[in-house]
């Protein structure tokens, strides 16, 4: 008979002390974690849109556009993952509460903006603070419904994305009508919002780890996947194509449709139908077996590839408006895909794990615009060209390590 050893097992206190957080706590917790995502990147998403289309309006070159929102990218490679830890040790609710009011302090400093270096500098303070914001809430909504976090993620994502429906709307038809800034003036109200619903309603836990009898390790193994395993580097990939893309499209599709003669509600529009979609395909995606995934991230790929050849091929709004459709469906994929993959692949430090989910967008967020914004100046359609290259070499390079990871679980699962 195999020897018994104790082992540990975490479970969630309150901060009173009782033996489990409710059941009602839990859901309570993930409801709001939900609603948190939905207005901060309704927020995110305006904030992306306002720097590059207000760098363009003071002046500035493609290429300081792409900076805009690449500074974000640049400073996100590494926040999340710093934030995802420092979450799993302070809590979710203290690290998610301090975020937000940061969060405030660095939206109130967009009015006083009067050069695109004032956009670059604040865009990488958001990236700062929202590495702690989102994987924060990954991490609790995943650690809060372990059997079901496909479900879960899936509604972290769903949330995040329809936040950003409403983002092109509040550029394309609040700003022309209010003024520059007034877009700005409403997503400070939603994160002031956002802080009193995290500070009155979201209930505060920790972790707590406790003991109890089961074989040894070496008695029961089971499939590890480390951080360098062939299922992590190919949601790597599909994490940073996924920032490539999104970036590419937020940040100079506007300036594309404007280059070729349409006008600031077409691209509105247009982005309208791209949050939509994709919004659509990450409610889809959570419900697909979990056991898929690997072939979710590569229709991914090739999704982003059709979409991206359709964008910079064809000018026409009719063939734009199914290209976002389509790009909506990949980036939707892409992200949730590598998600589950990542976290799903351990037990506790969601948040840490999230957090490099989160850092390795942040390196797709990063390239997408500053290269996408050089070959821009260059000519309009080349960013779009890069995106679908970019697809190709990515699918190339994540078919065969699934393919590779799908074997060593099959053999550990004879085992």
Same mark, same amino acid.
């Given at each position: ?111 006083? @903006?009067?050069?695109? =270096? ?5 865009? &990488? %303070?958001? #990236? !700062? +603070? ?60 939603v994160e002031f919002v956002s802080l009193g619903i995290i500070g009155a309603m979201m209930q505060n836990y920790r972790m707590k780890t406790i003991f109890r009898e089961k074989r040894k390790a070496a008695d029961r193994p089971r499939p590890v996947h480390?951080?360098? @395993?062939?299922?992590? =580097? ?5 994490? &940073? %194509?996924? #920032? !490539? +893309?999104?970036t590419v499209i937020l940040a100079l599709l506007p300036r594309y449709v404007q280059g070729l003669g349409y006008l600031t509600e077409d691209f509105g529009n247009l982005l309208m139908i791209w949050n939509g979609v994709r919004t659509i395909a990450f ?133």
């Amino acid at each position: 008979m195999a020897d018994i050893s104790e082992t540990t097992e975490k479970f969630c206190l309150d901060v009173e002390g009782e033996p489990d957080l409710p059941s009602i706590a839990k859901k309570k917790n993930r409801l709001i974690g939900y609603v948190i995502t939905f207005l901060v990147t309704l927020t995110l998403g305006t904030t992306e849109i306002f720097a590059s289309w207000y760098t363009g309006e003071l002046g500035g070159s493609g290429f300081l556009a792409g900076l805009a929102i690449g500074s974000f990218g640049l400073v996100y490679m590494f926040s999340p993952s710093i934030g995802g830890k420092i979450s799993d040790r302070i809590g979710r609710k203290t690290s998610i509460l301090i975020a937000t009011a940061a969060y405030i302090g660095v939206l109130i400093l967009y009015p006083f @903006s009067s050069t695109p =270096i004032h956009l670059i500098i604040i865009r &990488a %303070l958001e #990236g !700062v +603070v929202y590495g702690f914001i989102a994987p924060s809430i990954e991490g609790m909504v995943a650690e809060l419904s372990p059997e079901s976090q496909a479900v879960t993620l899936g509604n972290f994502s769903t949330s995040w994305s329809a936040g950003m429906i409403i983002s092109p709307f509040l550029i394309g038809y609040v700003t022309g009508v209010y003024g520059v800034f007034s877009s700005i003036y409403v997503i400070i109200a939603v994160e002031f919002v956002s802080l009193g619903i995290i500070g009155a309603m979201m209930q505060n836990y920790r972790m707590k780890t406790i003991f109890r009898e089961k074989r040894k390790a070496a008695d029961r193994p089971r499939p590890v996947h480390s951080k360098t @395993s062939a299922r992590f =580097i190919a949601s790597y990939l599909s994490i &940073a %194509l996924w #920032g !490539v +893309v999104s970036t590419v499209i937020l940040a100079l599709l506007p300036r594309y449709v404007q280059g070729l003669g349409y006008l600031t509600e077409d691209f509105g529009n247009l982005l309208m139908i791209w949050n939509g979609v994709r919004t659509i395909a990450f409610i889809v995606c959570a419900r697909l077996p979990e056991r898929s995934m690997g072939n979710v991230i590569v229709a991914g790929a090739v999704l982003s590839g059709v979409s991206s050849v359709m964008i910079f091929a064809v000018n026409s709004l009719w063939i734009w408006g199914a290209a976002m459709a389509i790009s909506g469906i990949a980036v939707g994929f892409s992200y949730l895909g590598a998600l589950y993959l990542i976290v799903s692949a351990t037990e506790d430090e969601k948040g840490g794990h999230a957090g490099l989910v989160e850092s390795m967008g942040g390196v797709g967020l990063f390239l997408g615009p500053m290269v996408g914004g050089f070959v821009m100046d260059i000519s309009l359609q080349y960013p779009f060209m890069l995106c679908a290259v970019l697809s190709v070499i990515v699918l190339l390079f994540m078919v065969p390590l699934l393919w590779r990871s799908k074997r060593q679980t099959d053999r550990e699962a004879v085992i």
